[in-house]
């Protein structure tokens, strides 16, 4: 045992000179190509609500669009809460643009469906480059295809849940009820932050615009097209630190560690999905063969400049907004 535990320490120590020596060798000017991907994600994400609205009828301006984007991303950063505190803000912002409650919360439901979906053909393209360069084993197997199933199977309850008027009503208001539950064990003199009433008519609306857009859904090629440029631009993001780093690794690698990242941060208690996060891409980069001395600065290095990047200038809009008045409406 105490052989095994001196090899385990002797491996860390390796592994983290490994780090060290791979922080010293990166090429700045390789990291400023993250500004225009980064740009270019949140184009993405802005022209995606903008087609979106626009099957119901509302035009959204550019600027606006994309700034709100910027905000939206900062409260769902630093509020782990599933995306829920971030929807709710979404909902108030949009009103300066006349958009109700129902179509804003549609638009994150087709946000979450069409992003999830968008990424199934990029999943399946990472493990084929994967098997190609023969670095598909057991665990990537297993890896690959949960989320896969996962992604199917929710794309079908998703659907399932709001073709019924009934069903959806009933599902949003146990989760509205379960919201209501969680805020009351630390405000405990407002048992009820969330409406049940007008949140159902907010649902009935919901219901009846998804009607809408589903009789137009060949409109939904835009949107679709959106959210796998928002996806394939955060992996590019990815990789460019690689290059930054010298080295030019399987992309399939990165797509795998890149959705396995992702899906738990969904989950996860922490501000960000900070720690979670770079613990599982890690995972994922070292068992798909590449080396942790590597993958862990590259980790590291992407999150910290992805955060920088994306919740500064989400920050400064976020701030403006409330001054502006926001804060009473909340």
């Known amino acids: 045992l105490v052989h095994t535990g001196v090899g385990q320490v002797d491996s860390l120590r390796k592994d983290i000179g490994g780090v060290i020596d791979n922080l010293s060798k ?5 990291l ?69 409650g129902a179509k804003s919360t549609l638009s994150q439901v087709l946000r979450l469906f069409l992003l999830f979906l968008s990424f199934q053909p990029l999943l399946v393209l990472g493990v084929f480059l994967l098997a190609v360069r023969g670095h598909v084993n057991g665990l990537v197997l297993v890896v690959a295809s949960s989320l896969i199933t996962f992604l199917v199977i929710g794309t079908f309850i998703g659907i399932y849940i ?3 008027r009934q069903r959806i009503n009933s599902f949003l208001t146990y989760v509205t009820k379960g919201l209501n539950s969680i805020v009351h064990v630390f405000r405990r003199n407002n048992p009820e932050i969330i409406n049940i009433e007008k949140a159902q008519e907010t649902f009935r609306e919901l219901h009846e615009n998804y009607e809408q857009v589903k009789k137009r859904w060949r409109e939904l090629k ?37 959705a396995v990242a992702n899906f738990a941060g969904l989950i996860s208690v922490l501000p960000a999905g900070i720690g979670v996060y770079e613990g599982l ?14 993958s862990i600065p590259v980790t ?15 920050y400064y809009y976020y701030q403006k907004a409330i001054k502006q008045g926001l804060s009473s409406k909340l």
């Open 32 to 100: 400023l190509l993250m500004i225009p991907i980064e740009a270019l994600n949140y184009d993405a994400e802005a022209r995606f609500y903008r087609s979106f609205f626009a099957t119901l009828g509302q035009k959204i301006r550019y600027w606006p669009m994309f700034r709100l984007t910027l905000e939206f991303n900062f409260v769902n950063h630093i509020l782990p809460s599933g995306g829920v505190s971030g929807i709710g803000y979404f909902n108030v912002r949009m009103r300066s643009e006349g958009v109700s």
């Open 26 to 30: 990166v090429n700045a000017f390789a």
């Open 222 to 258: 835009k949107p679709f097209f959106y959210m796998m440029m928002a996806n394939a631009t955060e992996i590019a993001a990815i990789y460019v630190v690689y290059i930054a780093f010298g080295r030019l690794v399987n992309v399939g690698a990165v797509i795998l560690a890149y």
């Open 300 to 314: 590291i290095m992407y999150r910290v400049l992805n955060m920088i990047l994306q919740l500064t200038p989400g």
């Open 281 to 294: 891409m890690t995972a994922v980069l070292v068992a798909t063969g590449i080396p942790a001395e590597l």
């Open 162 to 164: 709001i073709e019924s």
